[in-house]
């Protein structure tokens, strides 16, 4: 039941990202704009290819929100499915072994992606990537460092409140521990919502249509 759930998991998960990727991929020609600056092109009007607006993403930005959705996904699974299933082990031993093996399985499939999305975020953040329109380069600024406002306090949530319920939910399989810790996770996962939106206020702005 235990491994199951966590294959469950990790199926979920990749199917994710395989979903965001099939949807993408027909969206991008094989081809790059220059060698010095790798950029894809969507195109906006299918239509016409000569005319109308081109969404213009950097390889980077891409990469990144790719990377946010994924892990929205992590998040909102982990937070309406993973922790209210725990509420239905209700012997202590079950429930710790549960904790266990979901624990190590997040870590891998959650944690290091989430992790990696930090640091991207940060050096993005710090680097600035140009905007294809320059009057908004501006709203690229702020969604990235709003991005990273978000992903940091989802950090803090997590170690110093649901990090430390867990590992007692894995001692002692109490579930007044579970409960608390479902009333609490909204926290993180209010968090990563919210970088998922700056990430597609920041696509959606126009910064990066060619006209």
């Given at each position: ?89 209700h ?5 710790k ?58 950090w ?25 810790l ?30």
């Amino acid at each position: 039941m235990i491994a199951r759930s966590v294959h469950d998991v990790k199926t979920f998960l990749l199917s994710s990202v395989i979903s965001v990727v099939l949807f993408t991929s027909p969206l991008i020609p094989p081809h790059k704009t220059s060698s010095t600056n790798s950029s894809w092109h969507i195109k906006v009007n299918a239509i016409d290819e000569t005319m109308g607006p081109h969404l213009i993403i950097p390889t980077s930005i891409l990469s990144y929100s790719l990377l946010s959705s994924y892990c929205l996904c992590g998040g909102v699974l982990e937070h309406a499915a993973v922790f209210r299933g725990w509420q239905q082990i209700h012997d202590p031993r079950q429930l710790k072994a549960l904790q266990s093996v979901s624990g190590r399985a997040a870590l891998h499939v959650y944690v290091v992606p989430k992790t990696a999305l930090t640091v991207f975020n940060a050096y993005l953040a710090i680097v600035n990537p140009p905007a294809i329109v320059a009057s908004h380069q501006r709203k690229v600024h702020l969604a990235l460092w709003f991005g990273l406002a978000a992903l940091c306090v989802s950090w803090i949530s997590s170690y110093l409140v649901q990090v430390p319920l867990q590992l007692r939910i894995q001692q002692t399989g109490d579930q007044a521990l579970v409960r608390r810790l479902n009333s609490t996770t909204w926290v993180r996962t209010g968090a990563i919502v919210l970088h998922a939106c700056s990430v597609l206020w920041m696509l959606a702005s126009g910064a990066f249509l060619r006209y």
